[in-house]
C-alpha cells in the first residue's frame, strides 16, 4: 500500500507528531508532502520518512478566515494542487492531516482518481472556526472523502453536529510507544537538578503556548499553592500567539513567581521533562480535540490532571487514572495539585495505574494496525 500524506504545518505539533507513528511503517511506499519547511521536515527525515516540501508560499486562510480569504486563496493553492495532483499518480491514496491539506487533497484525489482519507484532529465547532471554515470543511469531507479517522469520540461528535456524514468516520485515538516514556533514573535526578529543581514540587505543562491552551490558569493556580510548589511551561508560540506569550510573563511578575515558573520553550526531550515532574497539568480552556499529553504522562506514570471537556474526558476517569477539573477555574487546579502533593501515596496508584491501562489502551502498534486496516478496505472498495 503506498500512501501520500499531506499536512500543512512546518512545525511539529500535535497532529503531526501522531502524522510521524502513523507513516513510518510505511517506510518508502510513504511520501509526506508538506505546505511549509521547518522543524516538522526535519523529524520526518530523522525518522527516515520521504518527505517533500511542496511550497514555499504560506496559505493565507486561518481557521477563523471568513468567505473572501477562503476564495481569494484559491488562485494562491492552484499550483500546490497540481504538485499534489503529480505525486498522487504514485500512490494509492492521498491521506489529508489538516484542514488546509484537506481542501488541496479533496481537489487532487478528484483530479488523480484517488481515494481521500482525511484524519480529524480538530473539534470542528465555532468555538475553533469561524462559520465559512466549518462549512467548507464538512461540505468537501462529506463529498470527497472515502473515510475520517477522527482522533476521539468528541471530535466524532462535532463533525456529526456541524453536518458530517455518520457512515464515513471511524474514531482512532492517538497511538503510542510505552517504551519510549520510560525514564532512566540517574538522568532524571540530573535534568532536575539542572533545572533548578530538587526540592520543589514540580508541576509541568506541555504544550505550544496559545490562549485557549490555558497556561495562564496555572499560573493563577500555583499563585494559590505553598512557595515549594513551581511551574515548568514547555512548549513555545507555534502559530504566532506572540501577545500571550508577553501576558503570561507580565502575569508571571504581577504575581512574584519569577522564581516559580520557567519556561522552557520547545523541547524534544518529553519524557525526560515529565520524568521531572510530580504532576502534570492539563488546562485547555476550550475542548481539547484528544490531548496526547495526557496520555504521554500517563505513559511516564505521572499524576495528571485535566480540564474536563472534550477529549480528556475520554482519556481520564477523575479519581481513578487521574484527576478533572472545572476549565478555566484556577482554585480546583490549585486544591488538586495541593491534594496530589499531601497525599502522596495515594497519587502514586492512581499514576501507576494509569500507566498500565494507557499502555494497553493506546498501544501505538495495535492503533497502527488499526489504522492499516481502515485503509486496505478503502483501497479494495474504491
Ligand atoms: N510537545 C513537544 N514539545 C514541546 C511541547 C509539546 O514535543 O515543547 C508535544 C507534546 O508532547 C504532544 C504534542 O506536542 O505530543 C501536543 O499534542 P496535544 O494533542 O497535547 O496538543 P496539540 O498541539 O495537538 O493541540
Given at each position: 500500500m503506498k500512501i501520500l500524506f499531506l499536512d500543512q504545518s512546518g512545525k511539529p505539533g500535535g497532529a503531526e507528531l501522531c502524522l510521524v507513528d502513523i507513516a513510518k511503517p510505511y517506510g518508502q511506499n510513504a511520501l509526506v508532502g508538506l505546505f511549509a519547511n521547518g522543524d516538522f521536515r526535519k523529524l520526518l527525515e530523522e525518522n527516515q520518512i520521504p518527505v517533500e516540501v511542496l511550497t514555499n508560499q504560506a496559505i493565507k486562510v486561518s481557521k477563523q478566515s471568513g468567505l473572501f480569504q477562503a476564495l481569494g486563496s484559491l488562485g494562491q493553492i492552484t499550483p500546490l494542487i497540481n504538485q499534489v495532483f503529480q505525486r498522487a499518480q504514485q500512490y494509492d491514496l492521498i491521506y489529508a492531516n489538516t484542514q488546509k491539506a484537506l481542501v488541496v487533497g479533496a481537489i487532487a484525489s478528484f483530479l488523480a482518481r484517488r481515494p481521500l482519507v482525511y484524519h480529524l484532529h480538530d473539534i470542528l465547532s465555532t468555538e475553533h472556526f469561524s462559520n465559512t471554515n466549518l462549512r467548507v470543511a464538512v461540505n468537501l469531507i462529506n463529498r470527497c472523502a472515502a473515510l475520517v479517522i477522527a482522533n476521539s469520540q468528541a471530535s466524532k461528535t462535532a463533525f456529526l453536529q456541524a453536518g458530517g456524514k455518520p457512515d464515513l468516520v471511524q474514531v482512532v485515538y492517538n497511538g503510542f510507544a510505552?517504551?519510549?516514556?520510560?525514564?532512566d533514573e540517574l538522568k532524571v535526578r540530573e535534568l532536575r537538578k539542572n533545572l533548578g529543581l530538587d526540592d520543589k514540587f514540580v508541576v509541568g505543562h506541555f504544550s505550544r503556548l496559545s490562549p485557549w491552551k490555558g497556561q495562564h490558569i496555572l499560573i493563577e493556580a500555583v499563585s494559590q499553592c505553598p512557595s515549594n510548589v513551581v511551574v515548568i511551561l514547555v512548549g513555545d508560540a507555534l502559530f504566532g500567539e506572540h501577545e500571550y506569550v508577553k501576558d503570561l510573563h507580565q502575569k508571571v511578575t504581577a504575581l512574584g513567581l519569577e522564581n516559580r515558573v520557567k519556561f522552557l520553550g520547545f523541547r524534544g526531550d518529553i519524557p525526560q521533562l515529565m520524568a521531572v515532574c510530580d504532576v502534570v497539568a492539563h488546562t485547555s480552556t476550550a475542548p481539547e480535540p484528544f490531548g496526547r499529553v495526557i496520555v504521554e504522562a500517563m505513559l511516564c506514570g505521572k499524576p495528571v490532571v485535566a480540564a474536563e471537556a472534550g477529549g480528556a474526558m475520554e482519556l481520564v476517569e477523575d479519581g481513578i487514572n487521574g484527576f478533572l477539573v472545572t476549565p478555566g477555574k484556577s482554585q480546583e487546579l490549585a486544591t488538586v495539585i495541593n491534594n496530589c502533593w499531601q497525599e502522596s501515596a495515594k497519587t502514586a496508584k492512581i499514576a501507576n495505574y494509569a500507566r498500565i491501562s494507557a499502555s494497553e489502551r493506546f498501544d501505538g502498534k495495535i492503533i497502527n494496525q488499526q489504522i492499516q486496516e481502515l485503509l486496505k478496505s478503502i483501497i479494495l472498495n474504491k
Open positions: 510505552a517504551k519510549d516514556y520510560e525514564a
